[in-house]
């Protein structure tokens, strides 16, 4: 049992075989080449057959989908099977398997040699062979072990096949295929056929043309059956796979698509829900095309926002306008129902008027009277302050006075209270007469006069003018006294900025500002009074003013009608807050 398995283990590794490339109707050509059998034998007959069996049905699956493969069963010791299997590189899968079958079977082996008959009488042929063996041989072991061709001198044509087994390297290859060469050349010329077949490779030469005639001679990388049929496998796969890809990522901007156009349909549907319920109160609804006209196609840029950028333009009348283009990926539409639901309700001079907007699709925009002196950034901030572009104390005082009186109308004189969330010098716009507008309210919460708590999703607003109650709710209940915050840090800011040589000199920049002009009050009053003039008192209200109202705690912060008051009254009359912990 054990010696017949070993003689069809030994019939698998060197039997050789062609068919016609990528078909089923060549010649497996299923002749054994020849058999080897090691003396000796297995500890367990019944063991040994049982992991040959095994590795058999392993290995047929391996040749039969790759032309190649390898298989062990057993534990370590006598029964222990390794089994190698290659087809010739001509063959189509169905004769490989055909061939494969054949040779695991129980078929009688015998080895045929060439008799007298056999010997070739055609002249030339001996130099023939050597020629096509030589080309061959050298070929294939440039080119992925595999290679055929013929030659022919005097009449006579010798064709050669020259194939390696994948496990040799091309060093292994070229030495095996030498020797096979020496073989034939040696033992089986003017043979009109030779072969060798070793461990590691197999040579044959014929008078006839053997090989699948589909098949180009020179490198198998590119004439034999199974590496075509891998490569055209591998192509196919390949294709399949950046298909696959392909319609994955369209499926997914498909979807994408479709959600966002869901979003935008129940974004632009909340929008015109909130616009007709609100249709007496709301200010003029322009189209896109119209708000083109006006820009110009966006010709002039004024800033660019959180939300959005603004533009320059002109209605029909000659009148100025600025035209802010909203960001519709930045929120889900609350920027804009704030921006017309808050502006729709004020009336105030120092509160921006809404002229107009545009609903268009994605298309959202905001219309407001053209600012001719831009925002007050421009010159409450220190390193934005020029010769040209520096304010007076009493100019200053004015604006922070009419910035105070719109939150305080905002805070309490709507029918609806209206929390800012975003006070700072680029939301407070100036027009030609220096006159305080407070614009941009994307941040915006509404709510009754009655409610003196404001729930809100997360922090909004700026760094630096952020309430700290805004950022955690240990320090309070977010409120209207939020806004009193941000205006606090904004005066102090205008203090600074505006006093910038005894700002430089006093060495503050490496202090908290704050802390610095509470401690140094006294002096920075008379400071400003020696470089400016008369103004003591005018610094003096913004520093003790800006300190009430940037008080940790919010209940220790004055309202707005109270900072109002503050400012419009007597210097003598304020004092400072208690010192900040």
Not at 10 to 22: I, M, R
Not at 174 to 180: K, R, S
Not at 184 to 200: D, F, H, K, M, S
Not at 356 to 377: H, Q, T, V
Request: glycine content about 10%; hydrophobic content about 35%.
């Amino acid at each position: 049992m054990a010696t017949h398995r070993r003689a069809g283990l030994a019939a698998v590794l060197f039997s050789v075989a062609w068919a016609v490339c990528g078909t089923a109707a060549g010649d497996p050509r299923t002749t054994v080449a020849a058999q080897s059998c090691v003396a000796g034998s297995a500890v367990s007959g019944s063991v040994l057959a049982d992991n040959f069996l095994a590795s058999m049905e392993e290995l047929q699956t391996n040749v039969s989908g790759n032309g190649y493969g390898t298989s062990t069963s057993g534990t370590r010791g006598p029964s222990n099977i390794f089994i190698l299997g290659q087809c010739l590189r001509d063959l189509s899968p169905v004769d490989c398997k055909v061939c494969f079958g054949e040779a695991v079977g129980p078929s009688d082996i015998s080895l045929c040699v060439s008799g007298s008959d056999s010997i070739s009488r055609l002249e030339g042929f001996d130099k023939a062979v050597h020629t096509a063996v030589a080309s061959v041989t050298k070929e294939a072991t440039l080119r992925n072990g595999y290679a055929l061709g013929s030659a022919e001198v005097g009449g006579a044509t010798a064709f050669v096949l020259a194939q390696c087994w994948e496990s040799l390297n091309r060093s292994a290859c070229e030495q095996c295929l030498g020797t096979a060469a020496d073989s034939v050349l040696l033992t089986c010329v003017p043979a009109i056929e030779g072969r060798a077949l070793y461990t590691g490779c197999y040579l044959r030469y014929s008078t006839r043309l053997f090989w699948n005639v589909n098949a180009p001679a020179g490198s198998g990388s590119s004439g034999d059956g199974y590496s075509k049929n891998r490569r055209k496998t591998n192509r196919i796969a390949g294709s399949l796979s950046i298909l696959m890809i392909f319609l994955l990522l369209f499926a997914f901007w498909l979807g994408y698509k479709k959600f966002k156009s869901k979003r935008k349909s129940k974004e632009s549907e909340r929008i015109e829900s909130f616009l007709q319920k609100n249709g007496t109160i709301h200010p003029k609804r322009y189209s896109y095309t119209q708000v083109k006209r006006m820009t110009k196609s966006f010709a002039e840029k004024l800033g660019q926002g959180g939300f959005g950028a603004v533009y320059r333009g002109d209605l029909s009348d000659g009148r100025q306008i600025a035209v802010k283009m909203l960001k519709v990926y930045k929120t889900d539409g609350e920027d804009f129902i704030n921006e017309v639901a808050s502006i729709s309700k004020t009336s105030h001079v120092n509160v921006v008027t809404l002229l107009g907007f545009c609903l268009e699709r994605s298309k959202r925009a905001l219309i407001y009277d053209y600012m001719p002196n831009g925002s007050l950034e421009k010159y409450a901030l220190k390193d934005n302050c020029k010769v040209e572009t520096t304010l007076g104390w009493e100019k200053l005082f004015d604006i922070a006075v009419g910035i105070a009186r719109g939150l305080e109308y905002l805070h309490r004189g709507c029918n609806t209270r209206i929390v800012h969330f975003d006070i700072k010098p680029h939301n407070i716009l100036l027009d030609q007469d220096f006159c305080p507008k407070i614009s941009d309210f994307g941040l915006a919460k509404l709510c009754l006069n009655k409610e003196s708590i404001i729930s809100i999703g997360g922090a909004r607003g700026t760094i630096g003018y952020i309430a700290p109650e805004v950022y955690s709710k240990q320090f309070g209940a977010v409120s209207s006294k939020s806004d009193v915050y941000s205006y606090g840090m904004m005066v102090l800011e205008m203090v600074g900025a505006r006093d910038k040589n005894i700002n430089a000199n006093s060495g503050s920049s490496s202090q908290y500002f704050p802390q610095w002009i509470y401690e140094h009050l006294d002096e920075y009053c008379v400071g400003a009074s020696e470089i400016h003039g008369e103004v003591t008192e005018i610094v003096r209200k913004l520093i003790v003013v800006g300190l009430w109202c940037i008080q940790i705690s919010a209940t220790d912060r004055p309202t707005m009608t109270r900072v109002v008051e503050m400012l419009e009254g007597s210097a003598s009359d304020l004092h400072l807050p208690p010192t900040r912990s």
